[in-house]
Structure formats: C-alpha cells, structure tokens
C-alpha cells in the first residue's frame, strides 16, 4: 500500500530535549516536505526536499534542521525545542523533483507539546 | 509570496444542499490542490487542477487562472462530507513548495 508514515504520532517533550521526528514514504517520491499546522494560521511549510542531498528552507525553518540521506525518509530534527514548537506536524511527498504540481500523498501527522 | 484566501471559514448546511467553497490567490500558479481534512486529523488530496474542471464522484473542482480563482463544489452533501477543505497554490515553478489558505470548516447535518 503507497503510504507515508511518521513517528511518533504523538510526543510530549520538555524544553530543549532534542528530538526527531521521522518521515518514510515507499512511493519512490523525489520530493518531501515537512509542514506545520496551527489554529488560525493554518498549514504552513517548514523545509522541502527536491532530492537525496537537496534540501531547502519553506516558509518557517527556524528552530528546525532536516537531512535527506536516502529517497524514501526525510526526518524533522528540533535540536533545542521550545514551546511555540507545540504544533501537529504533517509530512509529505510527491513524485516529481522540484515541483510540487503533482498529487500530494500526506503522513497522519506527528502531535508535539513542548513544555 | 502568494496570498491564498479562502471564504467562507466556516459553513454548515443541511444534508442535500449544494456546497460552494471558494478560494482565491494572488500571484500567478502553475497548480491548485485541493485537501481534505477529517476530523481525525487526516489529510487526503482530492484534486490538483491547473486549468479547467474536474470531477471525481460528487466533487467538482474549477479553476479560472485569468482571475486567480478556484471553487470546489459538492452535490448532494452528506454528513460525512463534513470535513475541513483546504486549497493550497503551486507559485511559479513548484520549487518553492505549496502555500495554503486557512481551510473552510464545513458541517453538514442530518
């Protein structure tokens, strides 16, 4: 089954405990992204990937890193989180490199409350 | 940066109506999606549109990139139609990622 899967789906940390959240998808998808919702502001893009090794900054990356060693993960790292991390995290992949004009497959999303 | 407007935010209508939801932007695209997302949280995509019409079951989703505007309608609405939908725009060559609007919140009842 095609499918995006992240871990953990749901996380409660404290402030600056480093954390990673995974991303996998078995589409072969070139393109990955990490996006974050919240109430009133909606869905917003954190970090994108074209490519194994091409990674870039959406809309909010501060706070966050990513790394894209193999095709099929691309996971989300808080190296100091902070509370206005609290958020639902969605991955996301689709098949063509470097654009995002095709069918979006989503992850579940990943609840984190930092405290 | 693009600006995505959806209308209404929120809309509940009774089991059978016909449901219109809008979504404007304001810089040229290359596409449109549009999301839905379950109470659960779930986010599946319905439909990516870059010219035209298109129709799956009792959705409809138009496009009209001349004045940078798309709608989605539902026919026959049901409960389980009941869902947060979510337009989101492709800018220029895809390789900035989408931006979404805020998502209208639909209710149908019974």
């Known amino acids: 089954e095609a499918q995006v899967t992240q871990n953990p789906r749901y996380l409660i940390t404290v402030t600056g405990k480093k954390l990673t959240v995974t991303c996998s998808q078995n589409?072969?998808?070139?393109?990955m992204s990490w996006y974050r919702q919240d109430p009133g502001l909606g869905l917003r893009q954190i970090y994108y990937?074209?490519?194994?090794?091409?990674?870039d900054k959406g809309d909010v990356p501060e706070g966050y890193k990513v790394s894209r060693k193999e095709k099929r993960n691309f996971p989300l790292i808080l190296e100091s989180p902070s509370p206005n991390q609290t958020s639902l995290y969605f991955c996301?992949?689709?098949?063509?490199?470097?654009?995002?004009?095709?069918?979006?497959?989503f992850g579940p999303g990943t609840r984190l409350t930092v405290t | 940066k693009n600006e995505v407007e959806q209308s209404p935010q929120n809309l509940t209508a009774q089991e059978g109506e016909f449901i219109t939801i809008n979504c404007s932007y304001s810089?040229?695209?290359?596409?449109l999606h549009w999301l839905q997302q379950h109470p659960g949280g779930g986010i599946v995509s319905l439909f990516m549109?870059?010219?035209g019409k298109k129709k799956h079951g009792r959705l409809i989703a138009t496009i009209n990139i001349q004045e940078k505007h798309s709608s989605l309608h539902i026919t026959a609405s049901h409960p389980r139609d009941s869902a947060v939908y979510i337009c989101?725009?492709?800018?220029?060559?895809?390789?900035?990622?989408?931006?979404f609007g805020k998502g209208t919140h639909l209710i149908i009842q019974p």
């Open positions: 589409m072969n998808h070139e393109y």
């Open positions: 989101a725009v492709v800018s220029g060559g895809g390789a900035d990622g989408l931006t």
């Open positions: 549109l870059s010219s």
């Open positions: 990937s074209m490519n194994v090794e091409v990674t």
């Open positions: 996301a992949s689709s098949p063509r490199p470097g654009q995002a004009t095709y069918e979006q497959y």
């Open positions: 810089v040229g695209i290359s596409a």
